[in-house]
């Protein structure tokens, strides 16, 4: 095939919807959890009862858009994870993605300190599932477990998890210390962020042990777009990134939410006969 025949099949040429159905009610599954966990707070993040910088003193992490009343609060909380839950289950699909990522858009602007880089992956996600065309199954609900679909919408999520890795390890090599010290990791894993099972991973490992950890991390982040990208590298990937992610989610205090966040891209590297063994045993198609 031509060049620009390969583009065109990469890009828009028939792929099956298992893939980007799996990573939507993954992400979608996370988000509820992750907004559940964070809601008895909802007050402080929402409303004036939080800290929320003025204008004057950082026009940055000001909030962007007017904080709710009080009043309000149940209210958002209820059409949020109604819509939430909505999309994951497949009822109004489309229209509940929209609204939930409309919701959350305006949770990351009203308090841009707590948002950080997890609500804006959530956000790039939804506004991905949101725009993506209709399968056969979205028209006539008569789902066969074949339908398939334009590959632009799995192919943008393959690549942000490829990009996301790639520039994390290109700034720790060039701007950090990973490739000048060893104990880079045995260091983190003592910092802010330790928990009760790093304290004992940091006890029982060897130092030697810590810095091979230290160096595959590294490697594996450099080297992302060729495991990801080769077929038959692909499974060599998927196994060294689920042993990093729940490392991370074990050893390093509230990372837990954002390990589970990457591991839903995971989904969209995934063989569709894999997914449609998973789906088979764990029940009907939502």
């Known amino acids: 095939m031509r060049l620009a ?11 099956p919807a298992i893939r980007l ?18 809601w008895m707070h909802a007050a ?6 939080g800290f ?22 149940p209210a958002f909380g209820v059409v949020l994870f109604t819509s939430i839950a909505l999309a994951i289950f497949g009822w109004l699909r489309r229209p509940a993605t929209i609204v939930a990522l409309l919701l959350l858009v305006y949770v990351t602007l009203a308090d841009p300190i707590s948002a950080m880089t997890l609500n804006r992956l959530f956000i790039f996600s939804l506004l991905v599932l949101a725009l993506a065309p209709a ?23 393959q690549l942000t998890l490829v990009v996301h890795y790639a520039t994390s390890g290109v700034c720790k090599a060039l701007r950090g210390d990973w490739l000048t ?28 042990a810590m810095t091979l950890l230290q160096h595959v991390a590294l490697g594996f982040e ?12 692909r499974p060599l990937a998927l196994v060294i990134g689920v042993g990093m992610h729940i490392m991370i989610a074990a050893t390093m205090y509230q990372l837990v939410y954002f ?10 590297f995934l063989d569709p006969d894999t997914l449609q063994r998973w789906r088979a045993r764990l029940g009907p198609r939502a």
Not at 260 to 268: D, I, K, S
């Open 135 to 157: 399968t056969t199954s979205d028209d006539t609900g008569n789902e066969t477990g074949n339908e398939t679909m334009p590959a632009w919408p799995v192919r943008i999520l």
């Open 5 to 15: 025949e390969r583009w065109n099949e990469f890009w828009y040429g028939p792929m």
């Open 44 to 49: 402080e993040w929402l409303t004036v009862a």
């Open 222 to 233: 450099l080297l992302a777009p060729l495991l990801f990208g080769v077929r038959r590298l």
């Open 52 to 73: 929320h910088p003025s204008l004057r003193a950082d026009g940055i992490n000001t909030p962007q858009l007017p904080l709710l009343p009080p009043a309000l609060l």
């Open 21 to 38: 159905d799996a990573f939507r009610q993954g992400i979608l599954f996370m988000l509820a959890i992750y907004m559940l966990a964070r």
């Open 259 to 268: 390990s589970a966040q990457m591991l839903c891209f995971y989904l969209v």
């Open 181 to 208: 010290h060893s104990d880079v990791l045995w260091f983190q894993l003592q910092n802010i962020y330790m928990t009760d099972i790093a304290a004992l991973f940091v006890r029982l490992t060897p130092t030697w």
